[in-house]
């Protein structure tokens, strides 16, 4: 699907045509995305939101509109509830500074999961010691699933709010938020889903989930580095502090004290990527053009073969085998009982042109219960091929042959 639009892709690695499986920690950038980055420097280079001249005016236009394109892929409400952040980790920590200071009080307590993404994880834990409340863990069943009949044994009265991944950025596993929304909600317990890895390949829709906050980050789904969302319902937004001061967050400053600006400007202090924004609405636009039901459904397809063709090959354990997965599947290899290092099989797929990750994935609690040093993981985009995987599963029978 359209791997030429993708020029990184025709690039060869140790000599050998690159094979890009590494998709989970940030995918490669269509031309089209590129050009409207260059074009949007060129072009309408100014400062937006407070200029009268026409290039400041064109700037915030674009900008706008990439907020309102991100509403309409989330399925948001409206563009008010869409805030501009760095990525997913820097809206977590806005949304835990914030939230914190207005609902979180000594004792209170926070839910997390056992396989969270560090990111979703320490700014909890940080304002849990800042406010001295407690992290609650959730724990995970026989299939690495959240184990969501042990919810209501967690929640007590002093839950203040739970925060969860969609998928698994280690396991690919989808995670049944659907059952956690409704527990918290019949609780009163606003939820937090960390859409990481499902906004890339998922038709999300925000309302229909009915989450109080979702985060995302844009280089995972085609878009530039440095820019990431975060959704939260509008009564929510409203009711939480600004988590950072500055410029274009205010309304009047005085040094007695200042007003804030509304939705969603209250929660972008200073300039913001304006470039960024514009590139990742160009993004999504691409993503549209091909048509976001058909990437979704071929990476799906991909994902399974992908499982399909390491199970096949002797000494390869996959995690969560069988249990439906977006986008990522992890595995290690065993020769008997000794666990090839994941480091070492995956520095000998680099070696072959195959780029995968190795280790903890940033989701180190879930590592230790699993009871190893890590895991390898292969991860899909829209530009990838079964070929691709057919080279994957080549490398690795290679890789094992050499570490026997
Ligand atoms: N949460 C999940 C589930 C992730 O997979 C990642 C990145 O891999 C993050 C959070 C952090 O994203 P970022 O590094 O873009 O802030």
């Known amino acids: 699907m359209n791997r030429e639009d993708f020029p990184i892709l025709q690039d060869t690695v140790h000599g050998r045509a690159l094979v890009y499986l590494d998709n989970a920690a940030t995918t490669q950038r269509p031309l089209f995305m590129l050009n409207a980055m260059t074009d949007a420097y060129l072009h309408y280079n100014a400062n937006i939101h407070r200029g009268v001249h026409h290039l400041s005016q064109v700037a915030t236009q674009r ?75 959730l724990p995970l069943d026989a299939n690495l699933l959240i184990d969501t009949s042990r919810l209501e044994d967690i929640i007590t009265p002093r839950t203040r709010l739970i925060s969860v991944a969609h998928v698994s950025n280690v396991l690919g596993t989808v995670q049944p938020i659907h059952d956690i929304i409704r527990i918290a909600h019949s609780h009163h317990i606003p939820v937090c889903i960390d859409g990481a890895q499902s906004a890339p390949h998922h038709m999300v829709n925000v309302q229909e989930l009915d989450c109080d906050f979702f985060v995302c980050s844009a280089h995972k ?166 070929k691709d995987i057919d080279r994957l599963t080549c490398a690795l029978q290679r890789a094992i042959q050499m570490l026997a």
């Not at 990439?66 to 409400?77: E, M, N, S, T």
């Not at 609902?103 to 800042?130: A, K, T, Y």
Request: net charge negative; hydrophobic share 35%; aromatic share 10%.
């Open 221 to 386: 789904m085609y878009g530039p580095t440095g820019l990431g969302i975060l959704y939260g319902k509008e009564q929510w937004l409203n009711l939480l502090p600004p988590a950072q001061g500055g410029g274009e967050m205010i309304e009047h400053v005085r040094f007695e004290q200042t007003t804030y600006n509304q939705l969603p400007y209250k929660f972008e202090a200073g300039t913001p990527d304006f470039i960024g924004s514009c590139a990742f609405g160009a993004a999504l636009q691409y993503m549209d053009h091909i048509g976001r039901q058909d990437i979704y459904a071929y990476e799906d397809e991909l994902t399974r073969y992908l499982e399909q063709q390491l199970s096949t090959i002797d000494g390869v354990y996959v995690y969560a085998h069988g249990i439906e997965k977006t986008g990522a599947v992890s595995f290690n290899v065993f020769q008997g009982d000794r666990l090839l290092h994941p480091f070492d099989v995956g520095t000998l797929l680099d070696q072959q042109g195959v780029a995968v990750r190795t280790g903890h994935h940033c989701a180190e609690p879930l590592i230790d219960y699993l009871q190893v040093p890590g895991t390898i993981r292969a991860s899909v985009a829209m530009y990838n091929t079964k």
């Open 63 to 137: 900008h706008e509109q990439a907020r309102q394109k991100v509403a309409d892929f989330l399925g948001a409400q409206s563009a008010k509830e869409i805030i501009f952040t760095k990525g997913t980790t820097d809206s977590i920590n806005m949304l835990a500074f914030s939230f914190g200071e207005a609902f979180v009080r000594e004792g209170d307590e926070i839910i997390v999961s056992q396989l969270e993404h560090h990111s979703n994880i320490v700014p909890w834990q940080m304002l849990c010691q800042r406010k001295k409340a407690q992290l609650r863990v």
